[in-house]
């Protein structure tokens, strides 16, 4: 999960194979990008690599994820 005010953000991750939570550790959306395997292309982070920092918002068709995790306070 990101947040982002006037182009500041902060990041939220959690690593889940079914029910079973992977790595404590991981908390951030890089790290979870990490453990997955990507590798940062240079002058970049995993998040950036990926494309991440295109996407602003959800598209509208998520959108009721986006709410549904307002709703569990996560």
């Known amino acids: 999960m990101t947040d982002y005010f006037g182009g500041i953000g902060s990041q939220w991750a959690r690593l889940y194979s079914g029910p079973d939570l ?6 951030t959306i890089r790290g979870a990008l990490r453990f997955l395997g990507v590798i ?6 995993e998040f950036d690599t990926v494309g991440l920092d295109k996407i602003r918002s959800l598209p509208d068709y998520l959108e009721k994820y986006g709410e549904w995790i307002s709703d569990l306070d996560l």
């Open 22 to 27: 992977i790595e404590e550790q991981i908390n």
């Open 40 to 45: 940062a292309k240079s002058g970049m982070d």
